[in-house]
């Protein structure tokens, strides 16, 4: 069994929460429920849990303002929440698991089942996670990320991706520093991430590109850029035009 404490001030919103709970997700056991951020902290103290579901929108301290106080940060957190899309972005990129009000079960499902996997697996990277989603949270892009390894969680900084290659289900990243990570998502999930970075641009429906790193356009056989390290990409013909247009205001 795993444990697990529910934060609303909302007495409805708690119970509805951990009756969908007891009914579709048998292995997580409620120990605690608390109205407000200060009474959570001290059942986070007093139970250790494994997993944390908080509300966002609470009278005098929020759910993001819960990381301020706790002690240790050794447990998965679920926010859940109705709050707008850049929110919902941000949570994806520092991988903190989320639930959209009103709570739909599949979703509840997935979402304990990562949150169990992350358990099993003795990530050590929750604080580190946690900290990304509070620096994330308060700027209009995203600087770092986390990216989902086999052993954990990658971050990275946003800049220092050269370009990204779809492969089936998977997404090759290629780094400044030479590196190349392998990412179980798809290219359209980095698409809509990078969407607010104007240096990314999606030159064909394989490939992302930063443009802070192109050496070279070469006109023949149809197009394509060269960047850092000599990767060459292709240039789709409808997005060429859009391309140029783009360098020349680079």
């Known amino acids: 069994m795993y444990s697990a404490i529910i934060i609303d001030d909302e007495e409805k919103a708690r119970s509805l929460l951990k009756r969908l709970l007891e009914e579709n997700c048998p292995q997580i056991e409620i120990v605690a429920q608390a109205e407000d951020v200060p009474s959570a902290?001290?059942?986070?103290?007093?139970?250790?849990?494994?997993?944390?579901?908080?509300?966002?929108?609470?009278?005098?301290?929020?759910?993001?303002?819960?990381?301020?106080?706790?002690?240790?940060?050794?447990?998965?957190?679920?926010?859940?929440t109705g709050h707008d899309e850049y929110a919902l972005k941000a949570f994806e990129v520092s991988a903190i698991g989320y639930l959209l009000k009103p709570i739909q079960i599949s979703s509840l499902i997935e979402v304990v089942d990562k949150a169990?996997?992350?358990?099993?697996?003795?990530?050590?990277?929750?604080?580190?996670?946690?900290?990304?989603?509070?620096?994330?949270?308060?700027?209009?892009?995203?600087?770092?990320i986390a990216l989902p390894v086999l052993d954990g969680f990658t971050f990275i900084n946003v800049n220092d991706i050269v370009a990204l290659e779809a492969e089936g289900s998977y997404t090759n990243l290629y780094l400044s520093d030479k590196s190349k990570i392998v990412i179980s998502k798809k290219i359209k999930y980095f698409e809509q991430i990078l969407e607010n970075h104007k240096t990314f641009f999606r030159v064909?429906?394989?490939?992302?590109?930063?443009?802070?790193?192109?050496?070279?356009?070469?006109?023949?056989?149809?197009?394509?850029?060269?960047?850092?390290?000599?990767?060459?990409?292709?240039?789709?013909?409808e997005r060429k035009d859009e391309f140029l247009n783009l360098i020349n205001n680079l």
């Open 41 to 80: 902290v001290k059942l986070i103290n007093q139970h250790q849990p494994h997993i944390v579901f908080s509300d966002i929108d609470m009278p005098k301290y929020n759910g993001f303002q819960l990381l301020e106080f706790v002690d240790k940060t050794n447990f998965e957190l679920i926010y859940c």
């Open 204 to 237: 064909h429906r394989s490939h992302i590109i930063n443009t802070s790193y192109i050496l070279q356009y070469i006109k023949t056989d149809g197009g394509s850029i060269v960047l850092q390290h000599n990767r060459t990409v292709p240039i789709a013909r």
């Open 116 to 144: 169990i996997r992350m358990i099993d697996s003795n990530s050590i990277h929750s604080q580190e996670r946690f900290e990304l989603l509070k620096e994330n949270l308060h700027k209009s892009t995203f600087s770092k």
